[in-house]
């Protein structure tokens, strides 16, 4: 395999991207907010679609349960998420940004819409939406693949009917 092959592959690219922009972000959020990755991915979550539950989050960030579990106590213990318990069932709850959990998410929301912005100011209005709608069209579909038991089965037809050394 030649270097450009493994440079096209979008599971190669696609975590290089997510790498950059979240070093970039961390460089920004750690040291003026205190933030973590993690944290601010939760915060962003929950800015975005409170009331929510810890499992939803862990869901929507694949985050694993016991790490957005820890990240959560980091956060409440900031004062900036607060957990409502179910009336019926204790075990459970969903959680809010507090009044200064908002401020912060603001604020680390701002951040992340001008980096986007700078960062996808290369393309096109046409590529934009493009690019929206193709990530839009493969995230439900890795989702369901990578999430398989059986995801080599997906792989077992495709990788019979190639040769590698072709």
Not at 73 to 78: Q, Y
Not at 121 to 135: C, D, H, Q, S
Request: hydrophobic share 35%; charged share 25%; net charge positive.
């Amino acid at each position: 395999m030649n270097k450009s092959q493994l440079e096209q592959r979008l599971i190669f690219r696609i975590p290089v991207l997510s790498h950059i922009s979240n070093s970039s972000l961390s460089n920004i959020y750690k040291p003026k907010f205190g933030l973590s990755v993690s944290e601010w991915h939760i915060m962003s979550i929950i800015g975005r679609f409170a009331p929510i539950s810890p499992k939803k989050i862990s869901e929507t960030n694949t985050m694993n349960a016991f790490h957005v579990s820890r990240n959560i106590a980091k956060l409440e213990k900031k004062n900036w998420v607060e957990r409502q318990f179910s009336q019926l069932d204790k075990r459970k709850n969903t959680l809010t940004l507090t009044e200064a959990g908002q401020d912060i998410y603001e604020q680390i929301e701002h951040i992340a819409q001008c980096l986007e912005k700078t960062l996808l100011e290369v393309l096109t209005f046409a590529e934009r939406k493009n690019l929206g709608e193709i990530l839009d069209k493969l995230e439900p579909h890795y989702r369901e693949v990578m999430t398989s038991q059986s995801w080599a089965d997906h792989l077992n037809p495709k990788l019979k009917d190639s040769n590698p050394k072709e």
